[in-house]
């Protein structure tokens, strides 16, 4: 299983940018797809999560201005709509995918946030 994400770059605080990721190499759906992101010195962090069903999981500091969603048409697609982007909220994001007791990692996508 590969994932391939897209839609990084630079945008000023208050801003906003999409993120979009696509597994491919499976004909299987994947139970959970979300997003991580890891600033510079720190740990990697969950930014949110959707099951297959629906069910969306957010962190406390992205509440209110992040949005996941899965793509209908477009199996194991996943997006996140970052509105109203803070400087804290600069780092790598990383797309991850899980079935079964697999988990998938693809190679991240840079945001950067200006005050």
């Known amino acids: 299983v590969q994932l391939q994400a897209s839609g990084g770059g630079l945008v000023q605080a208050g801003g906003s940018l999409r993120l979009s990721c696509a597994a491919s190499?499976?004909?299987?759906?994947?139970?959970?797809m979300g997003w991580y992101r890891q600033a510079p010195g720190k740990q990697r962090e969950l930014v949110a999560t959707i099951t297959r069903g629906g069910s969306t999981n957010y962190a406390d500091s992205v509440k209110g201005r992040f949005t996941i969603s899965r793509d209908n048409n477009k199996k194991n697609t996943v997006y996140l709509q970052m509105n109203s982007l803070k400087p804290e909220d600069t780092g790598v994001y990383y797309c991850?995918?899980?079935?079964?007791?697999?988990?998938?990692w693809g190679q991240g996508t840079l945001v950067t946030v200006s005050s």
């Open positions: 991850q995918s899980v079935r079964d007791v697999y988990v998938y």
């Open positions: 190499g499976t004909i299987f759906s994947m139970n959970v």
